[in-house]
C-alpha cells in the first residue's frame, strides 16, 4: 500500500483545495418587467427571451 514519504504541508494542502469553493449564480434583470433571472434563459415571470415572447404564447 503506497504511503507518503513525508507530511503534506499546510500550505500546499490549502493550495490544492483553493479550487473547492462554491459561486453563487449570476443573477440579471430581465429588461420586460425588471425581475431578477438567470442570464442566457427565459424569464420566469414574463416568459420572455431577448425580447421576444418564447414562454405561454399561445395563438
Known amino acids: 500500500m503506497a504511503v507518503p ?3 503534506t504541508s499546510k500550505s500546499k ?18 429588461p420586460q418587467c425588471q425581475e431578477p433571472k438567470l442570464p442566457h434563459r427565459a424569464c420566469a415571470a414574463c ?5 421576444k415572447d418564447i414562454v405561454g404564447t399561445e395563438e
Do not use: E, N
Open 5 to 7: 514519504k513525508k507530511k
Open 47 to 51: 416568459g420572455t427571451y431577448k425580447g
Open 13 to 30: 494542502r490549502d493550495m490544492r483545495r483553493a479550487h473547492d469553493f462554491l459561486l453563487a449564480p449570476g443573477i440579471s434583470v430581465c
